[in-house]
């Protein structure tokens, strides 16, 4: 028996300090995923179950949020059931994400290409330090800034009061332009450089293996890129609601008041009350814009898969 | 290296714990502060973002004469200051509106204190010729019937209602008595005070509605029948569009919760603070007004 003990005892069948750290490491690691999956399942939970009970518990009608054009949830309409059209938002949402991609695509795609083929080095060292301090600008600075000068521009070239999907659009265009232009960047940097050579070899100018190879080649990541952009203009909330206008009606131009689902979103959360009407219709808002979150993400993994295969 | 990385963890792991510890034990030091004093316990208040500073201001004072209780004040808009109230989450609730004109709010058990009335009129661009109107023409201008301000004897410009957003207390009391309780047009919805003014002041033609204390020379504070939106004019309800600024405490009020109010309802508080900030003071009115809108001469 003693002898047994002495044997335990011995070096070799202790647990060495390595060991040790590695069932240390390993645990630390699991409780860290382990923690996110569990966040993120539980507010996905949340925005489900309070999204979905304006549809259950209030009987509003899912058709009329989708396409009604009149949102007063503290009211129900002649069937007893909320006016919860939120069109108008949605509307407005896509229509800013949409329009604003359009304009910062080409932007950022053309801001790459110089980064990357044309003045490289130029590029590196002053372009890209300049548009990743786009990044860290606050989003409240990019509303103000387009208090202060983009709608009082477009107050004076346009009719209207400034306020409108063209102001919020430009505003988000430059919010969203350093992520487009960085993954863009990582796109195009990521297409080999013996398709250039090839392409060079074969006789092509510069702007021909440009526009033939390398933007062909790297096409699904700048799609990506794009996609990444559109994804954070949708949920982007504050800069915008400080300059579209917020007015609940699907506007007749880019320079009328209109809304997006996360400028009614922040504006109402604070004077509704926990489990009324007012407050699970929100949260349905809040629903809509996770699943285009959801949908954003899962574009881009499929885009992604689709270029490795 | 090993060994000082080590010691590096583990110096940060204290400071951790020493924060955290040091957070939560506020409550223990300070009670046994208050054992010196008076046994207080630290008390939480929510809600209106309007009434918000007035609270954190009057706290202050009331925690530098007093010291070892601690209050805590926070926002989040008159619907969660109602709410969490009622589910007696907090100790005091601050409201713009009465809890009985909030859907979903159990107003029986709660206790109203008024402590103070805030003032609201409309206010224009500085440049429309207008600076008196009555009151059919301001519903007329915010039901959208009166579009350009020519039709009132001011320029050629048209007429840019920007509302408050849905639910704010401003909103409600401005629609209550300035608009008769008539629904405005679905226009521009602005979030905060302070966002208001600056877009009225920049934006040519604009109207909207601001607190009193809002009102400055950027913006024109229109008279309504003739009635300059002043002190005197709330205090004896010529101006009729004024609100009062609740605090909900679920029961009747006890322990700092009480005191709290009682301060903020003394002399120095409404003859010094409040009209420093804006407000006007509850004790001063000489009309009493319920949740039905029924006034009453005091």
């Not at chain 1, 996110?36 to 549809?55: D, N, P």
């Not at chain 2, 208050?34 to 809600?47: D, H, L, S, W, Y």
């Not at chain 2, 008769?180 to 005070?193: L, R, T, Y």
Request: charged share 20%; proline share 4%; with cysteine.
């Amino acid at each position: 028996m003693a002898k047994m003990i002495k044997e335990m005892e011995h070096p070799l069948y202790r647990k060495s300090n390595k060991m040790r750290m590695e069932r240390f490491g390993k645990w630390l690691t699991f409780l860290s995923v382990a923690l996110t999956a569990a966040i993120t399942a539980a507010i996905l939970f949340l925005v489900f179950s309070k999204g979905l009970s304006t549809f259950i518990t209030n009987e509003g009608s899912v058709k009329d949020f989708f396409t009604g054009t009149t949102w007063n949830p503290a009211e129900v309409n002649s069937l007893g059931k909320p006016i919860i059209g939120a069109l108008p938002f949605l509307v407005g949402s896509i229509a800013v994400t949409g329009i604003s991609a359009l304009l910062s695509a080409p932007l950022a795609i053309g801001a790459a290409i110089f980064m990357s083929e044309i003045a490289p080095r130029t590029g590196k060292r002053i372009m890209q330090p300049v548009i990743e301090l786009l990044v860290g600008i606050p989003s409240v600075v990019y509303g103000f800034i387009g208090l202060t000068v983009v709608v009082p521009l477009l107050r004076d070239l346009f009719p209207g009061s400034g306020f409108g999907i063209a102001a919020g659009t430009i505003v988000l265009s430059v919010m969203i332009l350093p992520t487009v232009t960085s993954l863009a960047l990582d796109a195009i940097q990521s297409v080999p450089r013996s398709l250039r050579e090839a392409s060079l070899a074969l006789g092509s100018t510069r702007w021909q293996m440009i526009c033939k190879v390398v933007l062909k080649t790297a096409k699904p990541g700048l799609m990506m890129a794009i996609i990444f952009g559109m994804a954070r203009a949708f949920g982007e909330a504050l800069a915008v609601q400080m300059v579209i206008g917020n007015a609940s009606v699907i506007p007749h131009s880019l320079f009328e008041p209109a809304s997006t689902v996360t400028s009614i979103l922040t504006m109402g959360m604070g004077y509704t009350v926990m489990g009324q009407v007012e407050n699970n219709a929100l949260w349905s808002l809040a629903l809509v814009l996770l699943l285009m979150s959801l949908f954003f993400t899962i574009t881009v993994r499929m885009i992604g898969k689709g270029k490795n295969s | 290296m090993r060994k000082r990385n080590r010691i590096t963890v583990l110096a940060f792991v204290l400071l951790c714990i020493g924060v955290i510890a040091g957070c939560s034990s506020t409550k223990a030091s300070d009670s046994e502060k208050g054992k010196a004093k008076q046994e207080t316990e630290p008390i939480m208040a929510v809600g209106s973002s309007a009434l918000q500073p007035l609270v954190e201001a009057a706290a202050q004072q009331y925690s530098e004469k007093n010291p070892g209780s601690v209050i805590n004040v926070q926002g989040g808009g008159s619907g969660t200051g109602l709410s969490k109230i009622s589910e007696g989450a907090v100790d005091i609730g601050n409201s713009d509106i009465f809890a009985e004109e909030k859907e979903g709010v159990d107003a029986s058990n709660l206790v109203d204190h008024k402590v103070a009335v805030v003032g609201m009129g409309p206010v224009s661009h500085p440049e429309t010729g207008v600076e008196d109107i009555t009151s059919e023409e301001l519903i007329g201008i915010f039901t959208g019937e009166i579009k350009n301000w020519k039709e009132l004897g001011g320029v050629d410009q048209e007429i840019i209602v920007i509302n408050r957003a849905k639910g704010s207390g401003t909103r409600a009391t401005f629609e209550t008595f300035a608009l008769q309780g008539k629904e405005p047009i679905d226009a521009q919805e602005q979030d905060s005070s302070g966002t208001v003014r600056k877009i009225v002041g920049e934006t040519p033609g604009a109207i909207s509605y601001l607190a009193f204390s809002y009102f400055d020379h950027t913006t024109t504070a229109l008279k309504v029948n003739g009635v300059t939106p002043n002190r005197t004019s709330v205090e004896s309800n010529e101006w009729e569009i004024w609100a009062y600024q609740h605090m909900y405490t679920n029961g009747e009020a006890k322990g700092l919760a009480k005191e709290l109010i009682e301060y903020m309802l003394s002399e120095e508080v409404q003859e010094v603070l409040l009209p420093e900030m804006g407000y006007l003071p509850v004790t001063g009115m000489q009309v009493e007004r319920d949740a039905e809108g029924t006034v009453t001469k005091k």
